[in-house]
């Protein structure tokens, strides 16, 4: 007896390295993924700017992008790797594995059947979708230069759907490194494509450069996926699941499929919800003025950016620990780590917010500024930065208090506080897209961010073992304290950052004109806050330091 104990202890502890090892992998891949994903804009930014071409190729890639998010993505995550998981789970003798074979083939078809009439209805459909995004005084050319870059982009939503398919499978087995490297790869050959492409184009009807970099960059999206799907395949190769076709019949009838279908459903009106609030905003983005469509998305890329490092690392972490938490009802352990996991956020977005309100200008000019766009481009994408960049903390919160819930088993309350969020949201847009264009639709998000936080809390309530008002209250005191060291760290670089700036301008190097800068502006405010931090023996960051002591000395050891 002792000895099975053992046993399983040890294929737990592989177990566990395992996960921990994928885990790490994982969140190394989405870094890298940003960065390539930020690069892409950089891209945009150097061949388009925020010229009319620039909004056309965004509304262009966002349309095949929705169907994307609403059906391909939501479909795997929420339903098919569960199902299939199931099946994995009842495989033991050969009739069972048969049965899994023709689930798996019978999704792919279904999958495949119905991208296939989407993108086909998609394609005809283009002219009459695309002057939804726009005034009615839009030159006809750019409408139809917009519904031509649809066109070409439509079938990535076919190909990334077989990607997102073969990520399903891999996940479903437990391999998670071929996924998530697609989207650096796919990030990768967008760029390359646009550079290369670009010049080669054919121009009969004498276009300027930046609609020709534009389609450049759509044939890269289409290169980009298929690459994603091709990239993946020899992987589910490998696993012994094949990647075949069945008829239409057996794909719908289908138990497993059949599953999941039922359970795509419900989400999809959650889902639907989100898709809304970015078309509703794109679509008003569209019609308030040239340039505010493409400045929005450089300033998310941004925003992303941090989020993509932090917030969904961090609450991708906690998410296992709370869960066994909550199995064994330690309440206490589960609110103070869950208290200890929105510091952490704190400590990072805040100082990172009033940074960028000092100095956003110097960012944006560092990352995107080129001949294309221009200082008009800067100024333009820095309005919005700065509505968006003061919602980071709320929009990072969200993704750590929606991991508490699911740990219990909850999705419906994180989910009812994500539509109310879009119903502010798109509210907000519509009172404030006209009067203040960009820069309303920014504050629109950050606002709508903050309502889906105060709900969170409030759902917080009905949840057993969770303390929501002891949670809230130490948060609020963190959060104070916080914005006080921010606003001290602040000070010296606002009243530095001009002489650094002159001192640099001389140069034609972007890089060292700005790059420079940001630096030495970005050093003296990290300096002062650790500095901060330490006087006033900052439980939190002591916290972090001392897990990194720990770790480094297990390595030793």
Known sequence: MKKTNGTNAQQNGAKHTSLLKSGILLSVMTFASRIMGLIREMTKAAFLGTSAYADAFGIAFMIPNLFRRLFAENSISVAFIPTFRGYLEDCTDGESRKKTQEFVSATLTLVSFLTACVTVLGIIAAPLIVPLFYSGSTDSAILAETAFLTRIMFPYLFVISAAAFFQGILNGCNIFAPSGFTPVLFNGIVVLITYILTPQLPNPENLPQEAL????????????????????????????????????????????????????????????????NDLVSTALAGKVGTGTVSSLQYSLRLQELILGIFAVSIGTVILPDLSGLAKKQQWEEFNRMLLQAINIIALITIPVTFYSLVCGKDIISLVYKTKNFTGQSVLMTLEVFRFHIIGLFFIAVNRIISPAFYAQGNTKLPTLAGIICFTVNIALVLILAFPLKGAGIAFSLTAASLVNTVFLFIFMNKMHGMQAATIAKKMIIFIIRMICFSVIAACPVYFVRPYILRAFSGFSNRLIVYGIPVLITALIFAITGIVLLVLFKDETAYSITRKIKNRRQNKQN
Request: net charge positive; glycine share 10%; charged share 10%.
């Open 213 to 276: 970099a534009a389609r450049a960059m759509s044939f890269g999206v289409l290169t980009g996926g298929c690459f994603q799907a091709l990239f993946q395949w020899p992987f589910v190769k490998k696993t012994g699941w094949k990647t075949t076709l069945t008829g239409l019949r057996k794909a719908f009838t289908n138990p497993g499929t059949k599953k999941v279908v039922a359970l795509i459903v419900p989400t999809i009106i959650g889902m639907a919800a989100y898709q809304l």
